[in-house]
């Protein structure tokens, strides 16, 4: 059985930084996709970041892009997201994801909630 736990929010100031943790079990992931997506109040679910399992090639949201970093550990079966220079517009439940390389994203954990204060 797959899951996804996500760890790591948490409440930052304006500018700081926060490295949520996905940690997957229950499968072996090799021909997967790992990803990260977001969601505010009142604002439908946003991609954030993902990145394959096997060769580790990284894809961003455009708008994102240089402030987020995504990474994964094969032998923890972790991913990782690295967030720098947060800003108040950044606050929204934060969940991973995972999916077959050519397929949906079959797989979601809870979420961690981030929280950027003004």
């Known amino acids: 059985q797959v899951q996804l736990v996500e760890s790591g929010g948490g409440l930052v100031q304006t500018g700081g930084s926060l490295r949520p943790s996905c940690a997957a079990f229950?499968?072996?992931?090799?021909?997967?996709?790992m990803g990260w997506f977001r969601q505010a109040t009142g604002k439908e679910r946003e991609f954030v970041a993902k990145?394959?399992?096997?060769?580790?090639?990284?894809t961003y949201s455009d708008s994102l892009k240089g402030r987020f970093t995504i990474s994964r550990d094969n032998a923890k079966n972790t991913v990782d997201l690295q967030m720098n220079s947060l800003k108040p517009e950044d606050t929204a439940v934060y969940y991973c994801?995972?999916?077959?390389?050519?397929?949906?994203?079959?797989?979601w954990g809870k979420g961690t909630l981030v929280t950027v204060s003004s």
């Open positions: 990145i394959t399992w096997n060769l580790g090639v990284a």
């Open positions: 994801a995972a999916g077959r390389y050519r397929g949906s994203f079959d797989y």
């Open positions: 229950g499968r072996t992931f090799d021909g997967y996709v």
